[in-house]
T-cell receptor, first 114, second 110 residues
Framework: AQKITQTQPGMFVQEKEAVTLDCTYD???????LFWYKQPSSGEMIFLIY??????QNATEGRYSLNFQKARKSANLVISASQLGDSAMYFC???????????FGTGTSLTVIP | NAGVTQTPKFQVLKTGQSMTLQCAQD?????MYWYRQDPGMGLRLIYY???????DKGEVPNGYNVSRLNKREFSLRLESAAPSQTSVYFC?????????FGSGTRLTVV
């Protein structure tokens, strides 16, 4: 089974609108971490946001928030007030296990339309 | 600037050639990783090193070797390159819960 599933290969959003990128995960661990990374066309990987499995509040970082629904095993990224510079690939990832193994999803390509 | 430095940024190899991808971090992180990124596959872990002197296989280790000679440097070696190893390779280091990635190496094996 896939550890991280991102079902949206590509998404479009109008500038200044909000967009939700979906991510579901699979783990039997009680302690794990969930991450979102942005990869612009230049290729570098940029850390956006982190959610620990024991965190009761949804993580927020500026215009990014993580909608964490533990029972559903989902960790969707919400970007508010989209900007043209948000156009990029977005990867969801999970850290689990005693050796802190990381797993990445296949990514969602976001295009912000002027 | 502090971060993860990868060299080279681009490389073309002939099938059967060998090469080493270099990675260095100056953040005093213990853990370092090598990933490959292929279209539709996301990032897949090749090898990782939890600390200086230790290495472990990841999801796709075949055809690769690694060396963690000191805390700063973690190199990835292809002994006999194959076209299936055409990919973008990312080195990363980790402290606490966050990764820092290098800028990537685009490798083409012809």
């Amino acid at each position: 089974a896939q550890k991280i599933t991102q079902t949206q290969p590509g998404m479009f959003v109008q500038e200044k609108e909000a967009v939700t990128l979906d991510c579901t995960y699979d783990t039997s661990d009680q302690s794990y971490g969930l991450f979102w990374y942005k990869q612009p066309s230049s290729g570098e990987m940029i850390f956006l946001i982190y959610q620990g499995s024991y965190d009761e509040q949804n993580a927020t970082e500026g215009r990014y928030s993580l909608n964490f629904q533990k029972a559903r095993k989902s960790a969707n990224l919400v970007i508010s007030a989209s900007q043209l510079g948000d156009s990029a690939m977005y990867f969801c990832a999970m850290r689990e296990g005693l050796r802190n193994q990381f797993y990445f999803g296949t990514g969602t390509s976001l295009t912000v339309i002027p | 600037n502090a971060g993860v430095t990868q060299t080279p940024k681009f490389q073309v190899l002939k099938t059967g050639q060998s090469m080493t991808l270099q990675c260095a971090q100056d953040m005093n992180h213990n853990s370092m990783y090598w990933y490959r990124q292929d279209p539709g596959m996301g990032l897949r872990l090749i090898y990782y090193s939890a600390s200086e002197g230790t290495t472990d296989k990841g999801e796709v280790p075949n055809g690769y070797n690694v060396s963690r000679l000191n805390k700063r440097e973690f190199s990835l070696r292809l002994e006999s390159a194959a076209p299936s190893q055409t990919s973008v390779y990312f080195c990363a280091s980790k402290q606490n819960y966050g990764y820092t990635f290098g800028s990537g190496t685009r490798l083409t094996v012809v």
